[in-house]
């Protein structure tokens, strides 16, 4: 019994190192640009140019604490992960389909490479001509995010093996049987660093759409509102938020990743 308990306390022990092993570099990153703000306030001495850490954190407690709060973060996300969500989907279809026919390839680089081109600003200007106010993020959101997840998905069926395309087709295997059990196990990788890169970027782009079409409810329209008053720390706060959430994201993504993996395993 005493033997299992000092097993059970190295092996707790071993773990808390490792933790700390992988986490101090993170930590002491977070921990010098932290220093390096404060100096650099200090040195600016307005907090109307550059605010303390100190009172960006009063404004971010403040702003947890208000009662729109909850909406405002809501809102935002609801509207980033739809037009993530239909990214993905439009992705994923178009980039299987240019993957596999090389003249609807042909036929959607144009298009492709038009969307890409086009400055995030003249796309949400646009936006705000054909929609509505809350559908502007999302549009933009899924406009900047699908050619990232439709060129990924692409390179993933080019790269499976042709000699196994040609064995299944000789073999009468069915195509829809090809589709689940050959390709899309093969684009796992491919599609979770595709939806990687779009989600950052398409985050960014939801959050800039949101400061000019001013939704009621915006983490956007926030930052907006906060630069009219030239309320700045509350700017940091805002951006803070918007850090932790984009974390949040690119943490639960990883998990789905893993899992994905495993499935293709």
Request: aromatic share 12%; charged share 15%; net charge positive.
């Amino acid at each position: 019994m005493i033997f299992q308990q000092k097993l059970w306390e190295e092996s707790f022990l071993m773990k808390i190192s490792t933790i700390i092993k992988n986490k101090f570099p993170t930590v002491l990153s977070i921990l010098i640009l932290i220093f390096i703000w404060k100096v650099i306030s200090e040195v600016v001495a307005s907090k109307m140019i550059l605010p303390s850490p100190e009172a960006t954190w009063i404004s971010f407690i403040d702003l947890l604490k208000s009662k729109t709060f909850l909406k405002i973060v809501i809102a935002t996300v609801i509207r980033g992960l739809i037009g993530f969500l239909l990214s993905c989907i439009f992705g994923l279809a178009v980039g299987i389909l240019t993957g596999i026919s090389e003249f609807l390839e042909k036929l959607m680089q144009p298009f492709l490479v038009m969307i890409k081109s086009t400055p995030v600003m003249s796309i949400i200007i646009l936006a705000l001509i054909w929609f509505e106010t809350d559908n502007v993020p999302i549009f933009v959101s899924l406009l900047v995010s699908f050619p990232i997840i439709c060129a990924n998905v692409s390179e993933g069926i080019k790269s499976v093996d042709k000699k196994i395309i040609q064995m299944a087709k000789i073999y009468r295997v069915k195509k829809w049987r090809i589709l689940l059990e050959i390709y899309l196990p093969s684009i796992v990788s491919f599609f979770i660093a595709g939806i990687s890169t779009a989600m950052g970027i398409g985050w960014k782009a939801t959050v800039a759409a949101e400061v000019l079409s001013q939704p009621k409810f915006a983490i956007g329209t926030s930052l907006y509102t906060s630069k009219i008053y030239i309320e700045t720390e509350n700017v940091f706060a805002w951006t803070v938020v918007a850090i932790i959430l984009s974390f949040i994201f690119e943490k639960g993504l990883r998990i789905l990743g893993q899992k994905m993996i495993r499935w293709r395993v």
